[in-house]
């Protein structure tokens, strides 16, 4: 029973959501006529009207403690990148960096978060923040949060 639970949990804490283009069959090929090439998926409309804001998807990532499901931490953020460059680098590499923000979110909420505690919102974009600049291998992109959601079960 417990490895059922775990399982489960280990399949939650992983989930991400998958794009609409990739959901809906987009972007493999079958209505292209020959020597077309393929359009890149239409990007998402900024939450913003900077130009250099880059959307990130929210997360929702189960918390794991003590190998008992106690709750959920959801947090959604946003990028300004001003450098054009960058920026088209960062949304190159936003598989990565999705992928490397999921892995610290998990460690953060499994290790630091506690029942009546609010989550510290500096340590949260702090390590957002790190994490960007590392898979990006160069600093320029500022992470800006947007919210922090703690729901811990009883």
Same mark, same amino acid.
């Given at each position: $029973? ?15 959501? %998958? ?24 990007? !998402? ?10 959307? %990130? ?23 300004? %990148? ?44 702090? $390590? ?6 590392? %898979? ?14 703690? !729901?811990?079960?009883?």
């Amino acid at each position: $029973m417990k490895l059922s639970l775990a399982l489960v949990a280990l399949s939650l804490a992983f989930a991400v959501s %998958v794009p609409d283009a990739y959901a809906s069959g987009g972007g493999h090929g079958g209505d292209k006529k020959k020597g077309e090439k393929a359009k890149a998926p239409k990007k !998402q409309r900024s939450s913003t009207s900077l130009a250099s804001w880059v959307m %990130v998807d929210p997360f929702t990532i189960t918390i794991i403690q003590d190998g008992r499901l106690r709750g959920r931490l959801t947090v959604s953020f946003g990028m300004d %990148v001003p450098d054009d460059k960058l920026r088209e680098y960062t949304e190159l590499m936003m598989p990565r960096l999705r992928d490397s923000w999921l892995s610290a979110l998990n460690l953060y909420a499994a290790t630091t978060l506690r029942p009546r505690r609010a989550a510290d919102l500096n340590t949260v974009t702090g $390590m957002l923040q790190q994490t960007a600049d590392t %898979v990006l291998a160069k600093p320029g992109s500022k992470v800006l949060l947007g919210a922090v959601a703690v !729901q811990m079960t009883p």
